[in-house]
Nanobody, 120 residues
Framework: QVQLVESGGGLVQAGGSLRLSCAASGRTFSRYAMGWFRRAPGKEREWVATISWSGGSTYYADSVKGLFTITRDIAKNTVYLQMNSLKPEDTAVYYC?????????????WGQGTQVTVSS
């Protein structure tokens, strides 16, 4: 059974940092692009960041560029999202996703999500 399990969410004050992890199991995701999405209360889900299967290319939404960093450890089948200088508007449920296509337009697999709450 394929699983993506996120962890690392929590409550943090504005300006603080968190690192999310997404551990993949059930298959090897070395040839999958991995990404993070988020859904804030009352809003549509939005794409946050993508990393290519090799880890050589990364892409970010404008709202997080320069503040968040996506990385992956292929040997550990794990992808990370380092979030710095967090703002209250970053409060959301963060989801990990895997897609065979680099566009991350229609991910093949999703995690269950982890809550991130940023207090002002």
């Amino acid at each position: 059974q394929v699983q993506l399990v996120e962890s690392g969410g929590g409550l943090v004050q504005a300006g603080g940092s968190l690192r999310l992890s997404c551990a993949a199991s059930g298959r090897t995701f070395s040839r999958y692009a991995m990404g993070w999405f988020r859904r804030a209360p009352g809003k549509e889900r939005e794409w946050v960041a993508t990393i290519s299967w090799s880890g050589g290319s990364t892409y970010y939404a404008d709202s997080v560029k320069g503040l968040f960093t996506i990385t992956r450890d292929i040997a550990k089948n794990t992808v990370y999202l380092q979030m710095n200088s967090l703002k209250p508007e970053d409060t959301a449920v963060y989801y990990c996703a895997a897609d065979r296509a680099p566009t991350m337009s229609t991910p093949d697999y999703w995690g269950q999500g982890t809550q991130v709450t940023v207090s002002s």
